[in-house]
């Protein structure tokens, strides 16, 4: 059975979006790496994914030494050295840290374990993370429930074909039975008479 065409649009469902990335940029990667040994070609492929974290593939040789020739055979200046990604990952060290120090003060607010008072602004942090762990979990909700409901109809189509079968077999047994009538006028030889009274 041949699958329709995708639409393409940005997928909604954080979880689907999510595997729909992996297995694509698998596929792409590995496309890459066809075209390179068919063609000896030198390729690069940079992704970022939504989170920021970085996907290359460099064919032959290193991904700075393609930057390089695509930086000289376009007549660029080569990229700066001291590139701000040690920067960036600090930064999103420090995000995260802060984001986890909020979520565990949220939860000892909520379940009353701590005496700690939370900001306006904690607050509503802990409130966006509670919404998007709500909408996961609705979200796998109804992936369950519409496997349920999937594998339901999958019996009842088993069962409805076999009180198909067995309504079929019932017909079949009844038109080869040939019931004739039996005369009932004859006496019958069991019966005997009682003179007794």
Known sequence: MARGRVQMKRIENPVHRQVTFCKRRAGLLKKARELSVLCDAEIGVVIFSAHGKLYELATKGTMQGLIERYTNYNGGTPPDEAIAEPIEAKKEIDMLKQEIEILQKGLRYMFGGGSEIMTLDELVVLEKHLEIWIYHIRS??????????????????????????????????????DFTTINTNMPHPLTVANNIF
């Open 140 to 177: 796998a909700k109804m992936d369950i429930l519409f496997q349920e409901i999937q594998m339901l109809r999958n019996k009842e189509g088993i069962l409805n074909a076999a009180n198909k079968y067995l309504q079929d077999k019932i017909e079949e047994n009844s038109s080869n039975t």
